[in-house]
């Protein structure tokens, strides 16, 4: 077992708000494209 | 009620229960002793490339289907599952270097695993690039077809690339032939994560099939 957990908890949460950026963006634009066609 | 609101109400079901996988996997879920909080990275980028895998995967199979008995939706369905896989594949290219950066300490290499999932990505983008370009339906539909059987025949050597190549990637956990080899709380939390990204694929694939055609010439 290491002595210290390692600090990368930065990482962590850039790589959640990135996902969820995307992800949140994606849904979006195609929720105005099937509003706009429907 | 229509194809486009059933994929508005999946879709917006999917974003919240992705709410509830985030909860989990931040506050309930434990920290790997070896690798710290990046650890958790892993339950958004192994979902995500389960997702760009499963759109490139119906994207070959419908074009198969395409190919056998000309029906158009098997086509249109290919066009929306490989637009929604690019969008999969970006949150994987992106959360899984980030990982890479803590973990291997660089943000890329070219081993066999990364070097394919990247070819993956340049596959939905030329498959994308191509129904852009030609005009003739029917044209664009086999052109398309014969890319998205391409992609298809990737996806095993990108599964296997861990073991048939020396690679940084770990190997599979869960879908491999032995049991998984995660403790039983991160492993319930990996599920949720695959079972809601899954969900979303559908909300996603759904709300992109009945938008049709939207943004491509007809001749």
Redesign the interface.
Known sequence: MPDTMPQNGAYMVAAYIDAAVILLVYALFLFRRSRRSS | M?L?QR??WI?GVA?LL?AGV?VRA?VFTP?E??????Q??FY??AP?AWSAMLSMGLVGLSSILFLLVKDPRYDRFAAASAEVGT?FS??ML??GP??G??IWGTWWTWDARLTLTLFLFFLFLGYLLLRGAVTEPGLRARYSAVLGICGLVLLPFIHLSVYLFRTLHPAPIVLKPSAPSLPPEMLVTLLCSFGVFTL?YVG?VT??Y???D?GERDA
């Open positions: 229509t486009a994929g508005r879709t974003l992705l985030y931040l920290e002793i070896h690798q710290g909080l990046a958790k990275i958004v980028h995500a969008a970006v949150v992106t959360t980030i990982w950066k803590t979303l996603f709300l992109r009945a938008i049709g939207g």
